[in-house]
C-alpha cells in the first residue's frame, strides 16, 4: 500500500475548498439577468381547484410572469414520472396517477405545486404569490397508512381504494408449511415511521436557456444529473435529451432525497425558455419539509417460526407502504424489490413469504432515503429474531450466530444469492469490543442509580451495488444500472477521469484518485476527477444505494486496464520490443528481463507525439471509457450492538456505547468508510429516538421545521467504535461491498432492541421519544433504587 | 434604503439596502461571499454563522442593518496568507467534513468555542456546545474530534489567533 | 419577509417617541423570535425600531440585595456575568440554557420577557425570583407582569428597560428541553427567599408561566424534594402537543421541580 493508494486513509482533496467556504453549490450560482421563482403551493392535502386568478399576481411590482398547469400543458409538459414498474400479485400494472407538475384540477397534498411567479426579486415573487386567488374545494384526506385502502377518500381516480399495487414476493404455500411445522411462532406489529431526508443544502435550480444555439442549461441539485436529464427530456419532454446540459455541482448532501426529478426543477428549466431569461428557484427549509420525497413509512406485521432447537424455519411478513399523493422517481422499488428480498438477513431461513399493499395518501410523496427498503427490512428482521430470542430464553447473540448462513453462495427464498461472508467475525468482533461478558455488571450498576440499562443488537445485511441490468430490468427497473467511466490521460501524464457517479460528500475527488494513483503509480496529485456535468461526462446513472464504489469505480477500473493495454502497446513501440514483453508495475512500462523501461509520463507523451509508431497501427492518443455492469449485488454486512441508558423519571435515552463492525469488502479509503459508517448510525439513531414526520388528520404536515422535527445533535449521540471485517466482494474487480447506508440500516433495531431489553416489553415504537419511553417505562418492572 | 458600512474579513464595505436584508443575503448576494450557507429557516442549523464582533452569530437572523458599523468574520476570512486557520485544517485532518455545506458554520462555531471555553475541550463540552449547528452527514464524531485538536492547534498558534 | 422602516434611536426616548408616532411599529430586542417570525410572514410591521443602539438598556448591576439586568442585555452576557454568578448563580445557568450558542449571543432578557413565548426561560425566573420589571414608564411586578401566552402588562409601546431581581437564599432552573427545539418542554425554577419559597413553571401551562402554590407552601415548610411527595399537578392546565402531551408534561413539572429542589438545597 502506497501513502495515496488503496487502503489508505488519505485526507480528502476535496476539503480545501470546503474549509475555506469555496465550494460551489447551486445557489452559489448566479446568472446574468436571471429572475427568481416562487412556487405557491397548496395549503389544503386535498381539493379540487375550481380556479385560478393569477391577474391579480401579474401586475405586481417585479413580476415577470405566473404560470400554472395550463401554461405546461399547452407547452405539452408532460408529467413526472416513477420509473420502475411493479405488477400486483395478479399480474395487473401498478396504478399510476397522473402527477403533472404544476396541479390541473386538484392538488393532493400539503406543499403541492399550484402556480409559479417568477419575478425580479425573491421576495417580490413571494409578494405576488400571495396576490394570486385560488378557489378550492376543500376534499377530505387521508394520511394515515393502515387505513388509506378503507378510506372513503380517494386520491387517484385510477386507484379506487388508494391502493398502487398489491404485491408479494415468496413462496406461500412453503412458509405456511413451515409454520405448520414450528414449535415457536413469535408475532410482531411495527411501525417504520416517516422520516425527512433534510440535507443541510436544501434543494435548488437555475434553469437557463440560450435563444441563439437553442440549448438549455440546469444547474439542480442532483445525485444523479444524466438520470435527470433524460427524464426531463425522454419523458416529461422540456428539451431534447442533446440541447440541454446538466449540472449537479457540489451537493450538500442528498441521502436519496436529491435522486429524484422534481417539479421544480422542470418548471425552472421550462420557464427560462418562456421568460427568455434564467430562473432560480432555493428551497427553503419549510419548502423541503413539505415537498422533499419523505423516506419510509411502512406498517408491518411480521411472524417467524422457530423449531425445537431455536433453528428459524420460517418468516410470513405483512407491509403497508405509504407511497404519499403521487409515485416519485423510484418510490414504487423502494418497498418492493429493495425491501423484501432482504428478509432473510444474515440467517438461513428455509421459507419467507412477504405481501406488501401500497398505498396513496394525501402527503408528501415517499421514495428513496438512505438506506431505502433495506432499513425496512432489517427492522423487521433483527426486532423479530430479537424478540424470538427472548421468548425462547435465549441470548440473542448465540441465538443469531446459530440461525446465521456459513455457507457461500447461498440463494435465499427471496430472490438473492449472497456472495460471500463471515458473519460470526463480525459478531465476535463486535462483543469483544461491546465488552458484552461485562454488561450484566454495568446493568447492575445502572439500577443501583436508578437507571434502565439495555443492550441491543443488529445483525444487518444490505444488497448494495445497484445492480445488474438485466436483473432489474427483468423486475420492472426502467434503466439500467451500470456506471460509466471515461479516463483521459493527458499529454504530461496528469489524468481526468470523468464519472456518472456524482459525489455530495462521499468524497470521490479522493478515493476515484487512490485507485488512479494506485493503479498507474502516479501521484495523486495528478489526477482530477471529473463528475456531475452532461456536457463533460457522457453518461451515467449516479450515486445512491451504496453503489459509487463497487459499481463507478469498476467501470474505472475497467478503463484503466485499458490505458494500461494501450499504454503497453505504445511502449513496445518505442522501446522496440514486443508487446507481450511490456511489464506495467510500479508506474513504468518495462521490457521482461531487461532495465529498459519507460514512465508512465513518458508513455503519455509518446502516445500523443506519436513519433515512434505510424497511426496506421496504433491510433496516437490516450484515452479510454468503459462501462461496467455489475454481475450481481453485493452484500455488505455486520454487527452494530447499542448500549443505552434509560431515565425511568423522564424518558430520556441516552446512548452510552455504539459498537459497529462492518464487512465491506475491500476498503479504498478507511478515513471516509468510518465517516460513512459514522454519518449513518446518525441517522438511523434520529429514527429510532429523534425523528418522525407527523401528519395531522386534515393533512398538515405537524413536523415541518427544525422547531418540531426533531434532528440529531452532536449532544444526542455518543463517539463510536468502529470495527471492520473484511470479506472481499468476488463480483467486482476491486472486492469492493459499498458503505454508505449500513449505519441507517443497522441502528433503528440495535436501538429499539437495547430499548426493550432496558425496559423488559416490547411495547415502543419509534421514535422512541422521552415521552413514548417514560410511558413505556410506566409499564416496566423499575429497579428497586432511589432516585 | 438605508446605507450601511461594516468591515468583512477586514475590507471596509458601504453600502445602500433595503432594511430587510439579513446579514447572510448581503454576504451572499452583495458581497458574493457564498461560503456562508443557508439551510433553514428557523434559526437552528447553523450554516450561517459568521462572526459579528468578534461572537459566533446565526447571520440569517440578523439584519444587516443590525451590524452596521460592526466588524464581521466569514469562512472566506479565517485562513491568512494562503494557509489555513488551525481548526480549518482540523477540520480536513480528521475528516470533520463530507458534504461541506454545514462546514463554515461549524468552523466559525468551532472557533468560538475555542475562545469562550478554551484550548482543552472535552467531548461533552464540545458536543454541548455545537447545540447551534446541525450536521447530516458526520454524525458528528469527527466533527468533536476535529474541534479538540483544533482547539490544541490554536493554543500553538497564538500569534494567529491574536491576528483574526 | 415584508418590506419595514427600520429606526435605530440612541436613546429610550427617542424609541418611545418614534413608537408613538409609526404606524403599526415592534421593538427590534435581539430579534430571535421576531426574525423568523417575519421571514416566515407571519409577522409584518411597518416600522421596526431597533433597541441595539440604546446604551441606557445595557449593563448588569448589583445593588444590595438585588441584581438589576438590562433589558439589552444578552444571555450569554447574562450567563458570564460575574456579578450575576455570585448573586444568583441559578439565573446564570437559566441564561446559559437558552437556545444555543449564537442564539445566546443575540437574544435578550427584555426581548424574551416582552415576548412572553410559553416555553421561554426566563418568565420562569422572574416569576420565582418576584423580579420587578421596569419600564420606561414604571415598575411591574412579575406577577402582575405576565398575563398569559405572549401577552404581558406592557402597554403599546411601552419599553421595558431594565429587569430587577432580588437575591434569594437559594435558587436553581431545572430545564427539560424539547428535544427538536430546546425550548423548554418543562422548565421549573425554584427560589428560597426569606419569606418563603416561589415555585415558577415555564413550557408546561396552557396559559404560559404560572407559579404552583400547593409545591411553594409545602417547601415553605421544608425546603427538601421529599416535601413535594404526593403533590400532583393537575393536567387539565398542561399544554399538549406532539413532543409531550399534558399527562407527562404534568408528570415532568414534579420531576423538574424535584431536582429544582435539590440543586439548589445544595447551595450553600
Same mark, same amino acid.
Given at each position: ?82 420509473? &420502475? ?14 402527477? !403533472? ?58 386507484? !379506487? ?40 443544502? !436544501? ?37 431534447? @435529451? ?6 449537479? !455541482? ?26 427568455? +431569461?434564467?430562473?432560480? &428557484? ?205 479516463? +483521459? ?7 481526468? %477521469? ?49 453503489? *459509487? ?95 443505552? @441508558? ?51 388528520? *386534515? ?26 471485517? %473484511?470479506?472481499?466482494?468476488? *463480483? ?54 432511589? @432516585? | ?62 439584519? %444587516? ?26 477540520? +480536513? @485532518? ?21 475562545? +469562550? ?48 | ?61 448589583? *445593588? ?190 414534579? %420531576? ?13
Amino acid at each position: 500500500m502506497t501513502a495515496t493508494g488503496i487502503g489508505a486513509p488519505v485526507r480528502r482533496k476535496e476539503d480545501q475548498r470546503f474549509v475555506t467556504g469555496q465550494g460551489r453549490y447551486v445557489d452559489d450560482f448566479n446568472r446574468p439577468g436571471q429572475a427568481y421563482a416562487y412556487f405557491l403551493r397548496s395549503p389544503y392535502a386535498h381539493a379540487r381547484i375550481r380556479s385560478i386568478d393569477t391577474g391579480p399576481a401579474t401586475i405586481m411590482p417585479g413580476v415577470v410572469a405566473v404560470f400554472t398547469g395550463d401554461d405546461l400543458a399547452a407547452d405539452k409538459i408532460g408529467g413526472l414520472i416513477c420509473g &420502475w414498474m411493479i405488477h400486483s400479485k395478479d399480474g395487473s400494472p401498478m396504478k399510476a396517477g397522473p402527477h !403533472p407538475a404544476l396541479a390541473q384540477g386538484k392538488v393532493r397534498y400539503v406543499g403541492d405545486h399550484v402556480a409559479v411567479v417568477i419575478a425580479e426579486t425573491l421576495a417580490q415573487a413571494k409578494d405576488a404569490a400571495e396576490a394570486i386567488v385560488v378557489d378550492y374545494e376543500v376534499l377530505p384526506a387521508v394520511v394515515d397508512t393502515a387505513e388509506a385502502a378503507k378510506a372513503p377518500v380517494q386520491v387517484h381516480d385510477v386507484s !379506487p381504494d388508494n391502493t398502487v399495487f398489491n404485491w408479494h414476493l415468496g413462496n406461500k404455500d412453503e412458509t405456511e408449511a413451515a409454520f405448520a411445522r414450528a414449535k415457536h411462532v413469535t408475532k410482531i406489529d411495527l411501525v417504520n415511521n416517516r422520516l425527512v431526508p433534510n440535507p443541510i443544502e !436544501p434543494r435548488a435550480a437555475v434553469g437557463e436557456y440560450d435563444p441563439g444555439t437553442d440549448n438549455y442549461t440546469l444547474y439542480t441539485t442532483s445525485q444523479n444529473p444524466h438520470v435527470a436529464r433524460l427524464v426531463l427530456s425522454a419523458f416529461i419532454g422540456v428539451a431534447p @435529451e442533446h440541447k440541454l446540459r446538466v449540472i449537479a !455541482p457540489d451537493v450538500g448532501g442528498g441521502f436519496g432525497s436529491k435522486i429524484f426529478i422534481y417539479a421544480e426543477e422542470t418548471v425552472c428549466v421550462w420557464a427560462a425558455k418562456k421568460v427568455k +431569461r434564467p430562473v432560480k &428557484w432555493t428551497s427553503d427549509r419549510t419548502e423541503a419539509f413539505l415537498s422533499d420525497a419523505h423516506g419510509r413509512d411502512h406498517v408491518t406485521h411480521a411472524e417467524m417460526a422457530t423449531d425445537e432447537n431455536g433453528k428459524i424455519l420460517g418468516l410470513r411478513v405483512h407491509t403497508t407502504a405509504n407511497l404519499g399523493a403521487y409515485l416519485s422517481t423510484f418510490s414504487s422499488s423502494v418497498p418492493t424489490y429493495l425491501y423484501a428480498p432482504l428478509l432473510s438477513g444474515q440467517y438461513d431461513i428455509p421459507a419467507i413469504y412477504c405481501e406488501v399493499d401500497a398505498v396513496y395518501t394525501n402527503t408528501a410523496p415517499v421514495d428513496a432515503y438512505r438506506g431505502a427498503g433495506r432499513p425496512e427490512a432489517t427492522y423487521v428482521v433483527e426486532r423479530l429474531v430479537e424478540k424470538t430470542a427472548r421468548e425462547l430464553g435465549q441470548d440473542p447473540a448465540e441465538f443469531r450466530r446459530k440461525n446465521y448462513i456459513t455457507q457461500f453462495p447461498h440463494a435465499t427464498p427471496v430472490i438473492m444469492t449472497y456472495d460471500t461472508g463471515d458473519y460470526a467475525a463480525s459478531l465476535d468482533k463486535a462483543l469483544e469490543i461491546a465488552d458484552y461478558k461485562n454488561f450484566q455488571q454495568r446493568k447492575q450498576e445502572s439500577a443501583r442509580r436508578g437507571k434502565l440499562r439495555g443492550i441491543g443488537f443488529s445483525s444487518y445485511i444490505e444488497a448494495c451495488g445497484i445492480a445488474p441490468s438485466q436483473a432489474v430490468g427483468s423486475l420492472g427497473a426502467g434503466v439500467g444500472l451500470w456506471e460509466s467511466a471515461e479516463v +483521459r490521460v493527458n499529454p504530461t501524464g496528469s489524468v481526468e %477521469v470523468l464519472t456518472g457517479s456524482h459525489s455530495h460528500g462521499q468524497g470521490h475527488e479522493t478515493t476515484f484518485a487512490q485507485l488512479v494513483s494506485d493503479r498507474l503509480g502516479i501521484p495523486i496529485d495528478q489526477v482530477s476527477i471529473v463528475h456531475g456535468d452532461t456536457d463533460k461526462v457522457q453518461f451515467g446513472m449516479g450515486t445512491y444505494g451504496s453503489r *459509487s464504489g463497487a459499481v463507478g469505480m469498476s467501470a474505472i477500473a475497467k478503463a484503466l486496464d485499458k490505458v494500461i493495454a494501450k499504454g503497453r502497446k505504445v511502449a513496445a513501440h518505442v522501446l522496440e520490443a514486443s508487446e507481450g514483453d511490456i511489464e506495467f508495475k510500479d508506474g513504468k512500462f518495462g521490457v521482461a528481463g531487461t532495465d529498459r523501461a519507460l514512465g508512465f509520463g513518458e508513455v503519455a507523451l509518446q502516445a500523443y507525439i506519436a513519433h515512434k509508431f505510424s497511426g496506421q497501427d496504433l491510433e496516437p492518443g490516450l484515452k479510454e471509457g468503459a462501462f461496467y455492469d455489475p454481475t450481481n449485488f453485493t452484500f455488505p454486512a455486520g454487527v452494530h450492538i447499542c448500549e443505552l @441508558e434509560i431515565d425511568p423519571d423522564t424518558g430520556v435515552t441516552k446512548i452510552e456505547r455504539w459498537t459497529a463492525v462492518d464487512d465491506f469488502g475491500v476498503i479504498i479509503n478507511p478515513m471516509i468508510v468510518e465517516g460513512q459508517v459514522h454519518g449513518g448510525i446518525a441517522q438511523g439513531v434520529g429514527q429510532a429516538l429523534l425523528e418522525g414526520a407527523v401528519y395531522d388528520q *386534515s393533512g398538515q404536515l405537524v413536523t415541518a421545521s427544525f422547531n418540531d422535527y426533531c434532528m440529531p445533535r452532536a449532544i444526542d449521540l455518543p463517539s463510536f467504535q468502529v470495527g471492520m471485517t %473484511v470479506t472481499p466482494c468476488p *463480483s467486482n474487480p476491486l472486492g469492493i461491498k459499498g458503505c454508505g447506508e449500513a449505519g441507517a440500516i443497522a441502528a433503528p433495531p440495535a436501538v429499539i432492541n437495547a430499548i426493550t431489553d432496558a425496559l423488559g416489553h416490547e411495547d415502543i415504537a419509534m421514535p422512541a421519544t422521552p415521552q413514548a419511553v417514560w410511558r413505556a417505562a410506566q409499564k416496566a418492572r423499575m429497579p428497586v433504587a432511589a @432516585e | 434604503m438605508t446605507t450601511v458600512s461594516l468591515t468583512v474579513n477586514g475590507q471596509s464595505v458601504t453600502a445602500d439596502v433595503d432594511p430587510r436584508t439579513l446579514l447572510v443575503q448581503f454576504l451572499r448576494d452583495n458581497l458574493r461571499l457564498t461560503g456562508t450557507h443557508v439551510g433553514c429557516d428557523t434559526s437552528q442549523c447553523g450554516a450561517c454563522v459568521v462572526h459579528l464582533n468578534g461572537q459566533a452569530v446565526k447571520a440569517c437572523t440578523t439584519l %444587516v442593518v443590525q451590524a452596521n458599523a460592526s466588524v464581521v468574520t466569514t469562512i472566506e476570512g479565517i485562513a491568512q496568507g494562503g494557509e489555513l486557520h488551525p481548526m480549518q485544517a482540523a477540520f +480536513r @485532518e480528521h475528516h470533520g467534513l463530507q458534504c461541506g455545506y454545514c462546514t463554515p458554520g461549524m468552523i466559525m462555531s468551532a472557533i468560538d468555542i475555542v475562545a +469562550r471555553k478554551g484550548n482543552g475541550l472535552d467531548e461533552q463540552t464540545i458536543r454541548a456546545e455545537l447545540e447551534g449547528n446541525l450536521c447530516r452527514c458526520t454524525g458528528y464524531h469527527n466533527i468533536v474530534k476535529a474541534v479538540a485538536a483544533g482547539a490544541q492547534a490554536m493554543a500553538q498558534a497564538p500569534l494567529r489567533q491574536a491576528a483574526e | 419577509m415584508y418590506a419595514f422602516e427600520y429606526h435605530h434611536p440612541t436613546s429610550v426616548e427617542q424609541a418611545a417617541d418614534l413608537a408613538t408616532r409609526s404606524e403599526d411599529a415592534k421593538f427590534l430586542a435581539g430579534g430571535h423570535t421576531l426574525l423568523p417570525t417575519m421571514k416566515l410572514r407571519l409577522a409584518a410591521p411597518a416600522n421596526l425600531i431597533d433597541l441595539g443602539q440604546i446604551a441606557e438598556l445595557r449593563g448588569i448591576q448589583r *445593588s444590595g440585595d438585588a441584581i438589576t439586568i438590562g433589558a439589552m442585555m444578552k444571555h450569554a452576557e447574562v450567563a458570564s456575568s460575574a456579578d450575576v454568578r455570585a448573586a444568583i448563580p441559578a439565573l446564570a445557568e437559566l441564561a446559559e440554557l437558552i437556545g444555543d450558542p449564537h442564539v445566546r449571543n443575540r437574544g435578550t432578557i427584555g426581548g424574551s420577557i416582552a415576548n412572553n413565548d410559553p416555553s421561554a426561560d426566563y418568565p420562569a425566573a422572574c416569576l420565582a425570583l418576584n423580579a420587578t420589571i421596569v419600564t420606561d414608564k414604571r415598575k411591574i411586578t412579575a406577577d402582575d407582569f405576565f398575563q398569559g401566552i405572549f401577552t404581558t402588562a406592557l402597554d403599546e409601546g411601552e419599553i421595558i428597560t431594565r429587569i430587577s431581581f432580588p437575591v434569594p437564599a437559594q435558587a436553581a432552573y431545572a430545564k427539560f428541553r424539547n428535544p427538536a427545539s430546546r425550548y423548554a418542554l418543562v422548565g421549573v425554577f425554584v427560589a428560597r427567599h426569606a419569606d418563603g419559597v416561589r415555585v415558577a413553571v415555564t413550557g408546561a401551562g396552557s396559559n404560559g408561566v404560572f407559579r404552583l402554590p400547593e409545591m411553594e407552601e409545602a417547601l415553605s415548610r421544608n425546603f427538601a424534594a421529599e416535601a413535594l411527595d404526593g403533590i400532583a399537578v393537575p393536567e387539565d392546565e398542561m399544554n399538549s402537543d406532539i413532543h409531550a402531551d399534558a399527562a407527562y408534561r404534568a408528570h415532568l413539572v414534579g %420531576v423538574m421541580a424535584r431536582r429544582a429542589v435539590q440543586a439548589a438545597a445544595a447551595r450553600s
